[in-house]
Structures are given as C-alpha cells and as structure tokens.
C-alpha cells in the first residue's frame, strides 16, 4: 500500500522522443503527451522561448524570419541542449502548475545506442529542469515493459520500437538486453520520404505537416492488392511554375515512397535474428516479434514485416504510449527494476 507520500509523490517519467514528450506521473499515469517542438526568437544574442508543444507545432513551417520552430530531439537524442533543457521545464511546469512539490525524481528513456555524452546531456537537461535526481532507461526495455512482454523469463522476446527519429530492434532474456540494435529510421525519415517522392515523381513541394498527414491518413508498408488502394487530395507547390496545386495521392504511391525506409526495419530484425544466440532465436520464432511506437500503426506494416521475415509479427495494444508506461512501471516499480535503470551521476 503506496503511503500519502507516495501517492501525492511528483516522481515522474518521461518519453522524450523526437517527435512527441510523454510525461507519466506517478500513481497517475501518463499525464502529458505533446509535440517535442519549441518556437523561439532571438533577443539580444539569446534565445527566447515564445511557446512549446502543441502551440509551436502549428507554427511549423508557418513561421517570419524572427521565429524559429525546432524540435530539440534528433533521433531519440539531444540536439540542442539549451531549448531542450527550456523545453523539459516547461513539461515540468506545466504538469506541477502552482503547486509546491519537492524536487522531483525524474526517469528517462533513452535510445541503447546513446552515447555517453549523449546520454550526460539528457540527464543534465534534467537535473537543470528541477530534477533531484535522473534516471535512465534503455528505450527497447521500456517499450518492452510497456507492451507487457514477459522479459524477466528466461525466454528470448523480440521487441521493435519504431519512434520518430530511430527504430530500437532489441532481444531481451532475463529482464535484459541481449542483442540490441539502433537505426536512425524512423517516421521522421519515412515523412522525409514522402516528400522526395512527390518532389521526384509529381514535381510538387510538401511541408513536412503535410507528408505527416499522408502516412497517417492513408500510409501503407505494402502495395494494396487492386494496385491503387484509397486516396487523399493534397495541397502543395508546383514546382514548375511555383504555384500552389492540388493533387490526389493514393496508397499505391505511398507503399512505393516508403519502400526504402520499411526495407531498412526489416534487415535491422533480420541482423538481430542472426546476432541472437540460437536458443533464443528459436523462443522468437515461436513466440514473435512485438511492434511498438508510433511507427507501429502505418497500415500493413506488420504483414511487410511478417512476408519478409517469415516471423509472426504482431502490434502491442496501445503501441504509441509503450514506451511512456514501461517508463513509468520502471518508476512504479523501481525496487524490482532496478538493475535496467541507471542512475549514476
């Protein structure tokens, strides 16, 4: 039974992901989810935070010269330390409003092939936002938490984190990480693919809200069986005579713009296999792989997956908050999870 302590406790844990900030709190769970994007001008040679999240996400590529939109987080790590720091204060904040908690304890997920200095950065990103004391997690083990695999058995489990800026490809055995692997492919990079495709084959230019809207609405992994699949109407720049146009796009496209980057998934599961040692590898082949992160849900990635790999392949229930709540277990449940956080200062 938690004490008052422990339940009115601003411990917390965070998804700081490249494209969204999700905060679990504890005994509450997750109690923010918000576009990781920061809008700032410059005044007198420092940065100015005007708005974060949501607010600055609609700005994107909507911006004067004085503002500048960024998303602080490339590929799950942190690119520029000082909006980040401001971005993680304003989470904090926001969360906390007016009422007056200690310091917290803050957890953290970071991708596994983070490097230390990377992983110094976020943890004193956190200990300036008002953090008494930071913790990390390995990403492949949170989301594996999340999506409730049971990863403390002696049995190997597969588990594919596909996030905005990365895909985690990791083999757990015994609470954790056996073989992990992490390609900086992602939805960012799959956005990214979308617009070079309607640049090359339509000639027309698209922000990247747009792109986004497309995989959203009608992506798909595979080519749809009548060879065309439903369609959306775009707007965006005719790069022929520089005015706006609109035009349709249908999922065939689509699978065709996003061949490359599902490729890369598929031989980053296809390298774990042949890393894993053959006893677990043979756990996989009957137990399957489990899909995570927002990457997850584009239509039929699953079945891509499962015709390249001959693996049974399956999404996790609430794949795009995995990661936030094996985070938030990991705080939930620090005494039985300890050996998979780390907290060295």
Same mark, same amino acid.
Do not use: W
């Given at each position: ?9 601003? #411990? *917390? ?25 920061? @809008? ?11 708005? !974060? ?19 602080? *987080? ?42 230390? !200095? ?14 008494? %004391?930071a913790g990390l997690i390995a990403e492949p083990v949170a989301a594996a938490i999340g999506a409730g695999m ?7 489990? *597969? ?15 015994? @609470?954790?990480?056996?073989? &992990? ?7 960012? +990079?799959?956005? $990214?693919?979308?617009? &070079?495709?309607? +640049?090359? %084959? ?29 369609? @959306? ?52 082949? #009957? ?30 229930? $609430? ?27």
């Amino acid at each position: 039974m938690l004490g008052l302590s422990g339940l009115f406790s601003g #411990d *917390m844990a965070i998804d700081l992901g490249t494209a969204n900030t999700l905060v679990y709190m504890r005994g509450k769970g997750i109690v923010l989810n918000e576009p990781s994007v920061v @809008a700032y001008h410059v005044k007198n040679g420092k940065k100015e935070v005007l708005t !974060v999240g949501d607010g600055a996400k609609m700005m994107l590529g909507r911006t004067p010269g004085s503002i500048q939109t960024i998303r602080p *987080m490339s590929e799950g790590v942190i690119a520029d330390f000082d909006v980040a720091e401001a971005m993680i204060k304003h989470f904090i904040r926001k969360i906390h409003k007016r009422t007056t908690f200690s310091k917290p304890k803050i957890i953290v997920c970071v991708p596994h092939g983070a490097t230390p !200095v990377e992983k110094r950065a976020i943890r004193q990103s956190v200990i300036s936002a008002g953090a008494r %004391k930071a913790g990390l997690i390995a990403e492949p083990v949170a989301a594996a938490i999340g999506a409730g695999m049971p990863i403390a058995e002696p049995t190997g489990s *597969m588990v594919v984190d596909i996030g905005g800026g990365t895909t985690e490809v990791a083999v757990l055995s015994l @609470a954790d990480i056996v073989y &992990a692997r992490s390609v900086r492919v992602g939805g960012d +990079r799959m956005d $990214d693919a979308i617009v &070079a495709y309607l +640049r090359r %084959k339509q000639n027309i230019l698209v922000g990247e809200s747009t792109a986004e809207r497309i995989k959203t609405s009608i992506g798909t992994a595979r080519m749809p069986d009548d060879g065309r699949g439903s369609s @959306a109407q775009i707007r965006g720049r005719d790069l022929l005579n520089g005015v706006p146009k609109e035009i349709e796009v249908n999922q065939a496209q689509v699978a065709e713009a996003l061949a490359e980057p599902v490729q890369h998934i598929c031989e980053a599961v296809m390298v774990a296999l042949e890393s894993t040692p053959p006893d677990l590898a043979a756990d996989i082949v #009957d137990r399957g792989v489990m899909l995570t992160g927002g990457g997850a849900l584009l239509g039929d990635l699953d079945l891509a997956l499962r015709e390249q790999t001959g693996l049974p392949i399956s999404v996790a229930e $609430d794949s795009l908050h995995c990661v936030a709540l094996g985070t938030g277990k990991a705080l939930e449940f620090e005494k039985q999870l300890l050996h998979v956080i780390d907290f060295e200062s």
